[in-house]
């Protein structure tokens, strides 16, 4: 085939969009517009580590600081969110083996995470609205520097996409718990013990142990939107408080620092924000493995009930470790400092790595296995998460926090290798297996190209993350400006891994166009020809 | 007293040598997963040494720390303490006010500094002349922010904000604000 004939049609035309179901639609909608999003997120980490080596003429400093605010959203939001979001939503029904509860609430989760997130982020871009720290709601509100305009829309396209969230999480518990036309009743309560976990631990008090109604992906899935809707409260919650600093502003009071403690403020922000990257991520993500090795292996997961249990005590310990947080705040009890901070925090170590455990284990029992796609960017993604967790367990401690806090080092090899090499390639690896699911066969236009992204993605990951690392555990702190080139070595090599890690995004996203042809893509945005609820079109 | 800069070794090296022996590790799976074997599984016996092994590891790395780094008990009982010296600073509309143009320190000094912020929140750190950082704490509104350091060798040092507080926070800097000197050279 022609250059120009793939491109258009896709490799050797095997993708039709007009074969897709509503459900692997919306599924491939989420999935685009999340890689757009990540699109959006590598380019504006390259501006950023531009600017941090030399401030580039185009940009002014206000700028920089918006782009740095807006970047962390983008990342966590417009990008792993629809990814996340699409994936379940197919996902969950799939292994329930029963249609999505609501197609159409699906659509409206897709159309308010993607339209929410361009709404901040424009409104970012315009007004250069950038008070947060990383995703840290500063109180007291600053309206010195920043627009309460900007603001106001910020917090309604971050608005926006809470709401979205709320209507993925009641469609993934509705969709476990509703009993489909024609079906016997489903017992609903029963299912939403197995869900939650509340079977698994009445287990093991029982002699005769009650099955689990709930493959163990759904119910990490379940346990993951316990704390994606608390996430979303706490979320919802300050932005209407920080919108009522912003109308008292614009009415002419200044609540300031009177109005709210800022550290009680700080407190529950923390504990809101970690149930995102100490919940959600992890369970989320554990789920995902699980799967991931036992689709790869076609065999059961090792040690199952075990792991079924680490997922309810990963939820539980995530509602309990949001003062690591605040190990340099002196006015933190110390008590909260010690036990919430350090040692419920260290028990992270032992649920992600039995995760990690569990996972090889399981992929071990079936070797020989071929190095496919799905299995690389899987072991990509389990290396990713076991260099990030422990640089996390050592920043969350007491002495070390006092020079390591709001360094490169906490954004380097823990935040930015934990997402960018753990989260991603899990979700790249998501991606490649469920690629022929959703298209209905089609075929990946180049393997050398997945190579690349794999290598390239790897390598520039944890090299970003290791040369901010460096910066940091020299003195350089984050969300700052070096204007005298003090770090530029660290920050020179760092832009090179980022570089990598845009040659490997292109690559893939070039593929995909080319696997899937520009026809393809237009018709995933078309309304389904196939009016039926299930997942893929019946034989 | 052990310096901030001699922990941060401690903690590249031991750091470092983890990566690289995490990276080879899962090389090392990729390689034997993909390859035939003798054995059928994983046994359990290996699954609970790990799940042991990390327990020991997660607990004992904060007990480690509080037993040899040496600010860490210091951090946590500052009332117990009694400091030489102490700098009470304001932080106001993105600037720190001083006590003194140059905060003048003894060397082995136990030194107070209490950082009281009239508006946002913004960190208050040391950093030595090569831009690394001695030691950094956040300040609160409406709240105590003090920390207690003992500086053990004579050097000057400056101060910067370590958290965002705007565009406006990364010019929060005092060139050479704080000086330590030998006794001798007090007198």
Redesign the interface.
Known sequence: MSFYKTLIDGEEGLFKSETLTPMQKLTLRFVVVGLIYFGFVVIEGMLMRLYEVKPLPFITEPQFFAILTAHPLVGIFGSTYSIVCGAFLFLVPFLMKKPLWSIKLGNWTFILIAGGTFIFWFSGFVSHYAPLYTLYWPLPADFSQFSVWGGTFFIVGIAIVMVGTALFIINIFKTITFTPEGWEKQRTGALLSSALGITGFNNLFRKNKKEHLVPLPVAAVARGSVDMALNTITILFTGVLILVYMVGSILGFDLKETAIDALLYKNWFWWGLDLIADGLVLIFVAGTWYLLAMLITNKPLFMQNIARAALLVELVVSWTVWSHHLLSDQAQPGILKVVSGEMVTAFELISQGLAFFITLATLWSARPLKMTNPLKFLLGGLLGFALAVPAGIMQADVGLNRILHNTQWVVGPHVHVAILVGLTMTLYSAIYILFPILTNGAKMHSQKLVNIHFWCHLIGGIGMGAFMGMAGLNGMLRRSLYVNGEFNIYMILAAVSGTLILIGFLSFFYNVIMSVGLKGVLGIFTPAKIKTADLIPAK | MVD?KM??TG??IA?TI??IV??LV?AW??W??????TD???K?VL?YS??GF??V???S??II??N??P??KV????SDYNPDKTFNITVKNHQFILPSEKMVINVNDKVLFDVKSE???Y?F?L??Q?????????V????????IWEFDRPGVYSI?S?????????FMIVKDAVEVVSENAAK
């Open positions: 901030s922990v941060l903690q590249t750091y983890y990566c995490i990276i899962v799976f990729a034997k997963v993909t390859h035939k074997g059928k599984g994983v359990p699954f790990f799940v990390l327990t590891l997660g607990v790395l904060h720390t509080y040899t780094i600010w860490a951090d946590l009982n500052r508006d946002l929140t960190g750190g950093f030595r090569d831009n690394s950082m001695l030691f950094q704490m956040q609160v509104p409406g709240h105590r922010n003090d920390v910067r370590t958290e965002y507080s705007g565009p406006e926070g990364v």
